[in-house]
């Protein structure tokens, strides 16, 4: 998708992090931006910034866990904008720890979050955007979580193999119809992503964990603060992969030799069911 000025974006979870450094990014490109997020006064301040850079913006408040609640994001963009040419379903949650220790609340949320709400995202614009003319392009936001599985992130793990997959066969089925589709598989990002639970809906368990647990689980996962990237560089790389119809976008490529061995590993496998007489 080379042509961005004068189109029109959608962006959600983009009141902070890698969304408002996107929504963002894409103004200063000549678009014009849907901001959607959970966070009223965020959503709103975000869409402000991208007026003040000459664009439309609009805020609207969107729980994308919620098939309703994203069928009325597309309803409205389409009914204040005449359409959506670049789908960025960027929401995401996190939880952490050891999975025998995970609630049944914690897969609900977080999987509502990360894989339904691209599901939902997918299924309310994808439909509207196929009637339109033109290059279109959606980019599904997954995780180097995605790609390598790193312990006691097991849950949001989960959650982002899954993006990485549907995003692979998206770019399948909707390429025959000229959209492209790209999955942003970044690292360590200065966001706000470990203090999620503050949006946690009360029937999915609320704010419960403690920032300091969260912390101290990170560090147990091996995070590491050099590694983290400000947003606007994953921001720049996601209008790079748009423009360029990229299917992955990776923003370290520090995890090269994680890639390889995963991919090593997997090749050894098919030997070994070669040597077991296996077709």
Aim: proline content about 2%.
């Amino acid at each position: 998708m080379e042509q961005l000025r004068d189109r029109v974006a959608v962006v959600t979870g983009a009141a902070g992090g890698i969304g408002r450094a996107l929504a963002l990014a894409l103004a200063d490109e000549g678009m014009h931006v849907v901001v959607s997020d959970v966070e009223a006064d965020a959503v709103e301040a975000v869409a402000e910034e991208v007026r003040s850079r000459g664009r439309r913006g609009l805020g609207l408040v969107t729980d994308v866990s919620q098939r309703d609640a994203v069928e009325e994001l597309a309803r409205r963009t389409w009914d204040e904008f005449g359409g959506c040419h670049l789908l960025c379903n960027n929401a995401g949650v996190i939880v952490m720890g050891s999975l025998e220790d995970r609630s049944d609340l914690d897969w609900e949320w977080v999987l509502g979050v990360n894989l339904r709400g691209v599901v939902n995202g997918l299924q309310a614009f994808v439909p509207r955007m196929l009637e339109l003319e033109g290059e279109r392009h959606v980019v599904n936001t997954a995780s180097i979580s995605g790609l390598v599985a790193f312990p006691l992130v097991g849950v949001y793990t989960t959650s982002k193999y899954a993006v990485v997959g549907l995003s692979e066969t998206l770019h399948q089925d909707l390429g025959k119809h000229g959209i492209g589709v790209s999955v942003l598989c970044p690292g360590g990002v200065q966001t706000g992503i470990l203090k999620a639970d503050r949006n946690r809906p009360e029937e999915l368990g609320g704010a419960a964990r403690a920032q300091g647990t969260v912390r101290s689980v990170a560090g147990s996962a091996g995070a590491d603060a050099a590694e983290l990237i400000d947003p606007a560089i994953v921001a720049r790389a996601v209008v790079e992969g748009v423009r360029a119809d990229d299917l992955y976008i990776i923003t370290h490529p520090r995890y090269r030799s994680l890639l390889e061995k995963r991919h090593a590993q997997l090749m050894a496998a098919c030997d070994t069911a070669e040597s077991r007489g296996l077709n």
